[in-house]
């Protein structure tokens, strides 16, 4: 369930915040996966979209998208280029690499259509996922320029600021990292074209930057996670999970009080990480804790103050992750002032290849 | 991607088990959400099927099948009665309740057609998630009865199974919990026709039990929570998520060898219980471990000894809760002797209502 008003204005804060800095802004589309919403972001000024997939590239490019980053150190295969050689005759079409082998098995694949493609080279900021470290990035560059590849700039995903405390480090150190990467990158002698941030934790700390884009992806409806890393307020949730009661546990000896709503990982995700209080949020009951998750149950401890919702009350639940919950469902409901005014089909569920 | 022989294998085994008990089967079909293994289950003696919501159970009776039990506490609007009275013009349909006004809502919404559903009333066997205690099963029974609905039995999930060492103490913990909830349902003046358990790691203990049948999920495919809980062996996995290794780090001062692999929690899910070693397991290399999981990214630590896989290497990954991750896809392949022999549709995918 979205509201399309907190929808409207999380898209617009977040273009304005870099239209003012001079970035350029490409959201990661993997959040929404929508072609309404990628609509809207085109239209508040994003020069792109940012996916993680191929699947997802030919969904946003078949509903009109033109400039498409793949933000992932894709391996192309036959298959890959295949897909990669015809979305580039309709898109511009950029793709990350973070290795010789990686770089040298897409011009191979691509064969005489490489140069149709722009690669970004990823640089590792501090999350220690994917990535290489500075030094290596002209090792990487060159491979791809001689295997025909367009070299466009470098990119990086500071993933590390998904820790309470962490965005302000992370934000450095992805400034840090960009910075010698693309340093690194034009004492080689390639023009640097892009340097590439992410994410929402650190876009909106506009902090000074060597970036030329960022890629935010959550910004558009926050979630439990950006609540309880303070990225952002209870009323700027665009996205909840609405929820009915379907048990419910007085207080006895020894127990909390409790009741289960038929919400549970399969449409809110499981993502859970160690500092989160627990597996989302409830909008209206801040208080409350959602303790366990199993696939159609939540879990939720309420706080003593507060009277126990009765049977059948329906309950609002911020998921973690919204990415994750977005990919669980084929369709959301859309409303405005609580009312419902649209669905819209999430059209790149599930593409995960 | 399915191994069509380890299921079948799997899919005797339980049904094997049971039969020689004198138990019945009821698998729990949200774990497969398939039409085909569903036939398979029931061909093999399973007298019916469990589902979790009304949209499963739609599913499968429009598949043929025509006896399930939805074992969940639903919280029955106008609206699902609907739903529910038209399954019950087909097929033999059976609703959990754990609350005396859960049974009050659902006799009201369903009316004069309350008679065509019967209902189990949930007990708490310790995983203290839904479900009464003991001393309130006769209440909410009599409440069943009074609303015109069918009582049939009692049921109990015991999830509490699912963390190391306890599947013996929760398998007598259930079988407690069913015996003291099936007496006093008898003492009520009710006829006790079915009592009805849990669990893929509690129905494998094969230890006396009061119930007369049994309801396990994940036992056709396994995953790397039911290997880490000893329920089930490495050549028992009959599910695995093949990916490719997109990035590879060598050993750096300070640093473990890592490969990422273009898996990540959408395609796996991402529950980890606080005992698991990771995000899942790699089927080939047992001392590998999945450290990190982003949504496309599983970041692998590599044991010392083993030679780190290539780029571009295809490496087969077993989740940890197979139930989320077959929820993530629309289409699994089979394979036999590693040759692909079919596709089949993931039919009740998302139906979470």
Chains 1, 2 share one sequence.
């Not at 010789?100 to 191979?108: C, F, I, L, N």
């Not at 409830?282 to 149950?297: C, Q, V």
């Not at 609580?338 to 790149?348: E, F, I, K, P, T």
Request: a negative charge.
């Amino acid at each position: 369930m979205i509201d399309i008003d907190v929808l409207d204005r999380n898209i617009e804060r977040m273009a304005a915040s870099l239209r003012n800095r001079g970035l350029k802004l490409r959201p990661h589309a993997k959040t929404h996966k929508t072609h309404e919403i990628a609509s809207k972001q085109l239209a508040a000024g994003a020069v792109g979209l940012t996916v993680a997939t191929i699947g997802e590239a030919e969904v946003f490019v078949e509903g009109g998208a033109s400039d498409i980053f793949i933000a992932y150190p894709l391996w192309v295969d036959t298959h890959h280029a295949d897909r990669l050689r015809q979305l580039a005759t309709v898109a511009t079409i950029a793709v990350g690499i973070d290795s010789v082998e990686g770089a040298t098995a897409m011009g191979r694949s691509l064969g005489a259509d490489a140069g149709s493609i722009s690669v970004l080279i990823e640089v590792d900021s501090g999350h220690h996922r994917s990535g290489v470290l500075p030094g290596e990035v002209s090792l990487v560059a060159r491979a791809a320029a001689v295997s025909g590849l367009n070299i466009a700039g470098v990119f990086t995903f500071p993933g590390h600021s998904y820790t309470p405390g962490m965005p302000l480090a992370a934000a450095n150190n992805e400034n840090e990292a960009l910075s010698l990467a693309a340093a690194e990158l034009a004492s080689a002698g390639f023009d640097v074209k892009e340097i590439s941030g992410g994410s929402t934790p650190t876009a909106l700390l506009e902090g000074e930057t060597v970036a030329t884009e960022l890629r935010p992806g959550v910004y558009i409806f926050g979630d439990a996670q950006q609540l309880e890393l303070e990225r952002c307020a209870w009323d700027e949730i665009a996205l909840t999970v609405a929820t009915t009661v379907v048990s419910r546990h007085e207080a006895r000896s020894g127990n909390v009080r409790r009741i289960v709503v038929d919400a549970g990982s399969k449409i809110l995700g499981s993502d859970r990480p160690g500092w989160a209080t627990g597996y989302g949020r409830l909008a209206d009951y801040p208080d409350a804790r959602i303790t366990a998750l199993s696939e159609h149950h939540a879990t939720i401890e309420w706080p003593e103050n507060t009277d126990l919702p009765m049977l059948g009350q329906r309950l609002r639940v911020i998921p973690n992750h919204v990415c994750l919950a977005m990919n669980l469902v084929d369709e959301v409901t859309v409303v405005q002032d609580g009312s419902l005014v649209d669905r819209w089909s999430v059209a790149a569920r599930g593409r995960n290849s």
